[in-house]
């Protein structure tokens, strides 16, 4: 059974840091890109910030450039985000998932899901 699992949300001030963590479990996750979500209340689902299996090519929203980093480490099946910076307009609930690196990015929701970590971002 494929799983995903978020950790590391809680509460912080504004300015401050949270490091978010997924540890994927299930299958061998070699061919396949890993990205970070979020989805604030009212709000559709955002695309945050994505990384290739070799780590090699990230991506990430304009919205988080240069706050947040995408990281993954591959022995042990987990990926990082790093938030920096943090904003109030941040608050939302955090998700990872993994798509096949043969299909486009367009089509996330044909990937795996965690079932999201919440960040609340105090001012």
């Known amino acids: 059974q494929v799983q995903l699992v978020e950790s590391g949300g809680g509460l912080v001030q504004a300015g401050g840091s949270l490091r978010l963590s997924c540890a994927a479990s299930g299958r061998t996750f070699s061919g396949y890109v890993m990205g970070w979500f979020r989805q604030a209340p009212g709000k559709e689902r955002e695309f945050l910030a994505a990384?290739?299996?070799?780590?090699?090519?990230?991506y990430y929203a304009d919205s988080v450039k240069g706050r947040f980093t995408i990281s993954r480490d591959n022995a042990k099946n987990t990926v990082y985000l790093q938030m920096n910076s943090l904003k109030p307009g941040d608050t939302a609930v955090y998700y990872c998932a993994a798509r096949p690196a043969t299909l486009p990015a367009s089509k996330w929701q044909s990937g795996y899901w965690g079932q999201g970590t919440q960040v609340t971002v105090s001012s």
């Open positions: 990384i290739a299996w070799s780590g090699s090519s990230t």
